[in-house]
């Protein structure tokens, strides 16, 4: 496996398949035909003699040994894009680009919107939001398979660079005409009413729960559902009170007859920031995006 026997651009050709997980994805971003990425993965299977990937339905999976190589080869390769990067500077009007964000449902609601809008007069970038485990955002990460994740505060690895986009702050919505709103919502109301938790966890508190109880209190949960949506259209049709973010509580009240209330004590907010890997952080394309989401926020 001599390094003067590899043409080194099969290294970028194998990395692109990696990320993308398909033969047509990495042609469309590489620019080249299907065939071509084709013949650059039959001539790296001859010299590494293993499949490296195999197809799982509509995906390419790679082999052990591909992703062994992978973790030693992505350093290099990385400091060789770095290094190419710096002299070419990232023109969004005229350059094709694909983003791959990780973006919980409520997230898509209050980021997409205002993050196309912007992106509208750059029609060659393509933007992925895809939903992924949390376990597993820092390994897409680092595989080149997300450029970002937006989500709240995570404990991550001292490779994953991190920064906080907005704090959002929780209030209760209620539907209009709700006979424990008038005049206020104090606690021993909030208290009173039953209330819906949005979880995508079957059993627990809430975070408004864990703040709760310092108070020597807890609220009655008749409803635990998965989506704010979902909770949002109960709410709108029954006495049931939700505690939500605001921000996309405002969305929802903009077609919905709801009520946005302030919360009768002080909760803590949500934090929301957002992920990306050092390795890429100084690639131009990068660096561009960073600053559109931020001022977006």
Known sequence: MALNRLDLNLLHVFDTIYREGSLTRAARALHLTQPAVSHSLSRLREHFDDPLFSRQ??????????????????????????????FHA????????????????????????????????YPELE?????????????????????FAVDVLLPVSNQTGHELLRHDRLVVLARKGH?????????????????????SRSEGPGIEDFE????????????????YYAACRVV??????????????????????????????DLPGIDVHLYW?????REPALIWFREQLASIV
Not at 59 to 65: A, H, N
Not at 102 to 118: H, V
Not at 277 to 281: I, L, M, P, R
């Open 127 to 147: 933007i992925i939001s895809q939903r992924v485990p949390r376990r597993d955002m820092e390994t897409q990460l680092a595989a080149g398979k997300l450029d």
């Open 57 to 86: 339905g509509n995906q390419m999976v790679p082999t052990p040994l591909a992703r062994r190589f992978l973790e030693s080869m992505r350093p290099g390769l990385t400091q060789i894009q770095s290094a190419v990067n710096q």
């Open 179 to 199: 006979p424990l709103t008038s005049g206020g919502l104090t606690l021993d109301k909030y208290l009173e009413a039953k209330h819906v938790l949005v979880s």
């Open 90 to 121: 990232f023109d969004p009007a005229n350059q094709r680009k694909t983003y791959s964000l990780a973006l919980r449902d409520i997230l898509e609601s209050t980021f997409l919107p205002k993050l196309m809008g912007r992106l509208e007069s």
């Open 212 to 227: 709760l109880s310092r108070f020597g209190v807890q609220r009655n949960i008749r409803l635990r559902c998965q989506h």
């Open 236 to 265: 709108e049709g029954t006495d049931l009170l939700l505690t939500m973010p605001e921000n996309y509580a405002q969305i929802i009240a903009e077609r919905a007859d709801i009520d946005i209330l302030t919360t009768p004590v």
């Open 277 to 281: 890997h050092k390795a890429y952080e």
